[in-house]
């Protein structure tokens, strides 16, 4: 009977020890409750990213001049994929030219295009400039063609346009924004949280 | 002793089979689970068993067309084969025969998808099953359509690019505009046009069915995706969401290895991957299935009735194993054991057999306890309601303090309730009146723990639902269980109930355990009706009346000696 009676207390302790351990861990913050999980519930288009270094790649720009992503290591470097017959890509160009243009400094914009010629290209910026005084002509912003998608797709593996990159000094990947559906404002603020 | 070391290396062998393909994670039903998890429970579903199922998926997968004329879907009723004009002596069918023999009754078919009747007939209920199982083999035997390789003659142009819808998909545009220039110069008939421009004009055909059908292709989640690695996605998710990053090439780069590998000898692809420990685990508990084996002792104990001491041992061995087997649950689900009623039976089961185990010299208590344990790991299975065995929990009980407080001490009082009212069958035979000390002290510790849970329950039920009575039926299954052992155990205090009725009141516990426990899910009202399973009422009708007329008999015969 005693035995039983011991048996039973010690089952009944090790079910209560179990059952607090289990409620004092439940009270700690789930481990990876970080910022992505809120923007991404907030905003199912931003992505944070994590240990995730850019891949290098090297481009020819539309003016001729070649560069390796390695070239712009200290500074933040947005890399936009897009293509001139792509509207939201063309809806978002634009913004994205005013957000570099107003970061001269630190900032790089790498906009490699889909196209399948530089013609393409140089018949929208025309127009563009045109009709909305906007321009590309500012040392931090490189206008490429990637032949056969060799970067958009070979390396960061975009499928579909548009997709905006946005790398940190360290050329760590650190959000990435699926589509043309953001405001300068949402971008701007990512800008400023990147080292 | 050769036997026995050959025997060991069959054991090894048969579990490292198939390499770490198995270990892949997938998301499927709410968690991550090993590919080979995956697999048996996909094929169990289609096939009723699970034998070859990592073989099977990695053809599904790998080469889908040989896969969709694989003889699979299991037919026996004459009925469904009559309509659908299929050979009677066949017993199992390919997903393409049954889709051509489907045509034939599609009108009735759409009809009984879309307006399901009520109660529908026996050939009606597997003819929507296998409907269902069809479109997700469909789904499966096209999760890797944009990574196979294309069957078809590639014009010049793209000679040196991988023939797979990934790698063309940068070359769409490309093949779009030279269509365009195409049809301009050639007009929409093929037969104007060259060998390679045919080829260019398949090409662009295949590309754009291929991206059509596998848009919303969401059933095998593989690649991890780049916000969250541990949120899994499908490989067409992977393309067409925009969740792919540069982390995501290597993911599909094993894939594509695994494919050709695959297809160039046609066994399972030999990888090597860093996964989780508790896949290992699930993977073993898996292939081993200690349950079956706990129960196979179970029933060895039962049959060494004779050789007392072996009988112990097996009960013994059996209830150990069945422990195991209840840890690495807890481990692999990274919660407490009881969490469906699948689980509380065979947690239940545990608590009979080690019980038994303890009480090892009452007599009768080993084979009683084996007895039980045996029944309700055997009726176990029979209450899954999906495949899988480790099913994710309702919201209600997903909080593992109550779970590991309220749940596990009702159904250990459920397990000693059970245990207790066996031995009282026993001790109502003639000789067995040595039984009386020990049921007597198992209905307290039973009265202890199920007063306990109750009253924990109403401390959740405060918690959660804001009130900590309401006359639920689980609670009031719980309250019956309760006030018979007060009532059982104050009639033998005051001598209102003799040895023999308060055993045969104990006896009866089992009807009303059975009630609490599994009638209330029938009804399928109140809060705790969240284990509904089909098809219980008539096995619950029957084991009461069977234990009626049992212990009636039993009553009957007491009294006569």
Same mark, same amino acid.
């Given at each position: ?195 | ?295 196979? /002792?179970?029933?060895? #104990? &039962? !049959?060494?009735?004779? $050789? ?8 013994? +061995?059996? =209830? @150990? ?101 066996? /031995?009282?069958?026993? #001790? &109502? !035979?003639?000789?067995? $009146? ?8 198992? +209905?307290? =510790? @039973? ?106 008999? &039993?009553?009957?015969?007491? $009294?006569?000696?």
């Amino acid at each position: 009977m005693h035995r039983l009676i011991n048996l039973a207390i010690i089952i009944i302790m090790g079910l209560a020890g179990y059952a607090l351990a289990i409620h004092f861990d439940s009270q700690k913050p789930p481990a990876n409750a970080t910022n992505t999980a809120i923007q991404a519930a907030s905003n199912q288009t931003i992505i944070t990213l994590k240990n995730q270094k850019a891949p290098d790649f090297s481009f020819t720009d539309i003016n001729g001049q070649q560069y390796t992503l390695r070239d712009f290591k200290g500074k933040k470097i947005i890399i936009n994929f897009w293509a001139t017959w792509c509207a939201p890509c063309i809806h978002e160009f634009p913004q994205l030219l005013d957000i570099a243009e107003a970061n001269p400094d630190d900032l790089i914009l790498i906009a490699l295009s889909s196209d399948i010629n530089d013609e393409a290209i140089h018949k929208f910026l025309g127009k563009l400039e045109k009709q909305q005084d906007i321009t590309w002509q500012a040392p931090n912003i490189l206008i490429a063609r990637d032949e056969k998608q060799r970067i958009t797709q070979g390396q960061f593996q975009t499928y579909r346009l548009p997709e905006t990159y946005i790398i940190d000094k360290e050329q760590n990947l650190h959000t990435k924004i699926i589509g043309a559906n953001w405001t300068s404002e949402e971008f701007q603020r990512i800008l400023k949280l990147i080292k | 002793m050769k036997t026995l070391i050959a025997l060991l290396l069959l054991l090894v062998s048969s579990l490292s089979y198939g390499g770490d393909f198995g270990l892949i994670g997938v998301q499927h039903q709410g968690r991550t689970k090993p590919l080979e998890s995956y697999a048996r429970i996909i094929h169990k579903d289609i096939t009723g068993n699970e034998r070859g199922a990592l073989q099977w998926l990695a053809q599904t997968l790998f080469d889908p067309t040989t896969a969709a004329q694989e003889p699979l879907f299991p037919i026996k009723d004459p009925l469904i084969k009559q309509r659908l004009s299929l050979p009677e002596k066949q017993k199992l069918f390919s997903l393409i025969e049954l889709q051509k023999a489907m045509i034939s009754i599609a009108p009735q078919l759409e009809k009984l998808l879309s307006d399901p009747p009520k109660k529908p007939s026996k050939q009606e209920q597997r003819l929507i099953e296998l409907h269902d199982q069809m479109q997700e083999l469909n789904q499966l035997l096209r999760s890797f359509s944009a990574l196979l390789p294309l069957n078809i003659d590639m014009p010049a142009d793209y000679q040196d690019i991988p023939p797979t819808y990934r790698a063309l998909l940068a070359y769409e545009n490309d093949i779009r505009e030279q269509l365009k220039t195409l049809i301009r110069e050639k007009g929409e008939d093929p037969t104007l046009y060259t060998d390679d421009e045919k080829k260019l004009a398949f090409l662009g055909y295949s590309l754009q069915q291929i991206g059509a059908s596998g848009i919303d292709n969401r059933v095998l989640r593989v690649i991890p995706g780049s916000a969250n690695p541990e949120h899994l996605l499908a490989p067409w998710e992977a393309i067409t969401s925009g969740e792919a990053s540069p982390a995501t090439a290597q993911h599909f780069k094993m894939w594509e290895d695994m494919i050709a590998a695959y297809q160039a000898d046609q066994t399972l692809p030999e990888i090597k991957i860093d996964a989780p420990w508790r896949f290992h685990l699930e993977r073993l508990t898996g292939r081993i299935k200690p349950f079956n084996i706990a129960l196979a /002792l179970y029933a060895l #104990a &039962l !049959l060494l009735y004779f $050789k007392p001491r072996f009988s112990i041992l097996a009960l013994g +061995s059996g =209830a @150990a194993i069945h422990a195991i087997a209840i840890v690495s649950r807890i481990i692999i689900l990274d919660r407490p054991p009881v969490g469906t009623l699948y689980e509380s039976v065979i947690f239940v089961s545990l608590i009979c057999a080690f019980l038994a185990f303890l009480l090892r010299r009452a007599p009768l208590a080993v084979p009683a306890g084996a007895f039980t344990a045996a029944l309700l790991l055997t009726i176990a299975p029979a209450l899954l309601g999906s495949g899988d065995n480790m099913d994710m929990l309702v919201a209600v009980l997903n909080t593992n303090f109550w779970l590991a407080t309220h749940v596990l001490c009702i159904t250990a009082g459920y397990g000693v309730c059970i245990l207790t009212a066996s /031995l009282a069958h026993i #001790a &109502l !035979l003639p000789n067995y $009146k040595k039984l009386a000390v020990p049921i007597y002290r198992l +209905s307290l =510790a @039973a009265l202890l723990l199920t007063a306990l849970g109750t009253a924990l329950g109403g401390i959740w039920a405060d918690q959660s639902w804001g009130r900590f009575w309401g006359w639920d039926p689980k609670e009031n299954g719980a309250l019956l269980i309760v006030l018979w052992l007060i009532w059982l155990l104050h009639g033998r205090y005051s001598g209102n109930l003799d040895t023999r009725a308060f055993h045969a009141g104990v006896a009866t516990l089992n009807i009303i355990v059975a009630l609490a426990w599994f009638g209330v899910n029938l009804l399928s009202v109140g809060l705790h009706s969240y284990g509904f399973t089909t098809g219980l009422a008539t096995a619950l009708t029957a084991f009461c009346t069977i234990e009626l007329i049992i212990i009636g008999v &039993l009553w009957r015969r007491y $009294k006569n000696a």
